[in-house]
Structures are given as C-alpha cells and as structure tokens.
C-alpha cells in the first residue's frame, strides 16, 4: 500500500502541548488518518507467528516474561515498511514540537506493535519509575476498525492516588498521550484481537554522565 501523505499530521501541538502541561496526559479521537492505521494493520498482518516476541516486564537485563501480569506479544518497528517510516516521522515531528513547547528534552523515540489476542491483558502498571528510566512520555495509538462498546479491551489510568481518571476504547486512529512516570494504566481483555502501537519519548541520560545502554 502506498502512505504517502496518508499522515500529514492534523495534530493540534498546542492543545497536545496544553493538555500534558495541565493534566499530564492527552486522548486524541484521530490522533492518526484512519488510512495510515490501515496501513500498519496490513503491515502487522505481514508478520509471521514466530517474529513476535512474548512480552515481559522490567527493562534489559532485568527483562522476564510473566503470564499474570501481561499476555500481549510485540513486534518493534523499525522503519522497515512505508507505514512505519510514516509513523515514525510523525512521531519525531512531535517530538521536535514537544520540545520546543514544553522543553522536555526528548532525544528519540522507540516503539512497537503490541498484539492482545482475545482475553489477553495487561495489569496496571507503570511504564517508568522515578529516577530509574528515561522515559518520559507514553504514546499509545490504536489499529482496531469497527471496535464496539462492548467488546472490552479498555487502557484504564489512573492517577497517583490510584483513583481511575479515564477508560478509553481502542478505536481505529485513536491515540493517547501521557507522562510516564506520573500515570498507573492497564490494559482489559478483549473479546477478539487488539493491535495497537506502544511507544516512549525518551531523554538521553548520557547527558547525566550515565551511557545509555542500546535499544
């Protein structure tokens, strides 16, 4: 499929912008065209059973697999097809203006496909501990047409007293933003399949005398 042009970004920055700095998180109904997470589905369902990899929790050498806590599979883009690099320019072109508004200092940006098969889940967790990780902002966005109220699949967050601040579904081209250090979420079972893609803003810690290990 040819993406050229499916994403000229239609995203507000200000109000992006206005919405981390007032509540540290922002849902975008149409974060991305409906053609470009078109696009990434067609490029997810490319991928064969044995290029996804079972999830874990904790961060590189820490880094285990846990079956009651998360059951989703991943598969990190690259830039290997046209509708990742669409995403991924997008993604730097926020970035940049991110930046410029809100001086947060975000180096790059890494992500990938999460795959939730029917009753698969997430339980609440955060994405980013305080002092331990340079993430700075989650991005997820959603890759799921025709979603109904009632089929489950939920991102819950919550706040820091773990009270529930928002319950959003994973419609097609919808996309949320929010601090990662600031924010508990899970995900919910779905009854059918649920593909999103999960990402990090992050800062480069080598500029506090810490090398940053690669991705």
């Known amino acids: 499929m040819n993406t050229t042009a499916l994403l000229t970004p239609l995203w507000d920055y200000g109000l992006i912008a206005n919405g981390l700095r007032q509540h540290g998180w922002v849902h975008l109904p149409h974060g991305i065209t409906d053609g470009l997470a078109l696009a990434l589905l067609q490029d997810i369902h490319q991928h064969q059973p044995d290029q996804w990899d079972q999830a874990g929790i904790g961060r590189k050498q820490d880094n285990h697999t846990n079956d009651l806590i998360r059951r989703d599979s991943t598969h990190w883009l690259t830039g290997e097809t046209a509708a990742q690099r669409e995403y991924l320019a997008a993604a730097d072109e926020l970035r940049l203006e991110l930046n410029k508004r809100l001086l947060l200092g975000l180096w790059d940006y890494e992500c990938h496909y999460a795959r939730y098969d029917a009753g698969a889940f997430y339980r609440k967790h955060l994405d980013a501990f305080h002092g331990r990780s340079n993430r700075v902002l989650t991005t997820v966005t959603y890759l799921n047409p025709d979603w109904q109220d009632n089929q489950g699949g939920e991102l819950l967050m919550y706040d820091e007293q773990n009270q529930p601040v928002s319950r959003l579904l994973p419609t097609l081209g919808s996309m949320v933003i929010f601090l990662s250090e600031e924010f ?19 800062n480069n810690n080598s500029i506090q005398n810490r090398i940053d290990p690669s991705q």
């Open 184 to 202: 508990p979420h899970e995900v919910l079972a779905a009854e059918r399949t649920r593909f999103s893609i999960a990402g990090w803003f992050r």
